[in-house]
């Protein structure tokens, strides 16, 4: 059984930067494509983008385009999303999400689920 945990967020002002780790407690991630998704309150949960188990394929909403990027670290069985030029609206809970299908994970449906961890981008 995989289990996924997020960390990395917290306070930071517009137009700063965070880097979210998903990391797995049991299991690998080797295996795995990963998607971001992200959920600010009143809000249905977003997907953000996803990569393939090799990095090989990378995807983005567009409205992060350019600002985010997820990465790979089969080492540290880690999947980055560094955030750069953050904006209030990116203010949300970021969750980490697996499947062993990169086309469930491309459209935002995955089996394992993480706990989330909490992005504030406020001056």
């Known amino acids: 059984q995989l289990q996924l945990v997020e960390s990395g967020g917290g306070l930071v002002q517009p137009g700063g930067s965070l880097r979210l780790s998903c990391t797995a407690s049991?299991?690998?991630?080797?295996?795995?494509?990963i998607a971001w998704f992200r959920q600010s309150p009143g809000q249905e949960r977003e997907w953000i983008g996803c990569?393939?188990?090799?990095?090989?394929?990378?995807y983005y909403r567009d409205s992060v385009k350019g600002r985010f990027t997820i990465s790979r670290d089969n080492a540290k069985n880690t999947v980055d999303l560094q955030m750069n030029s953050l904006k209030p609206e990116d203010t949300a809970v970021y969750y980490c999400?697996?499947?062993?299908?990169?086309?469930?994970?491309?459209?935002?449906?995955?089996?394992?689920w993480g706990q989330g961890t909490q992005v504030t981008v406020s001056s």
């Open positions: 049991s299991g690998t991630l080797d295996f795995y494509p």
């Open positions: 990569s393939s188990v090799n990095d090989r394929l990378v």
């Open positions: 999400g697996a499947d062993r299908y990169l086309t469930q994970v491309q459209a935002g449906r995955v089996a394992y």
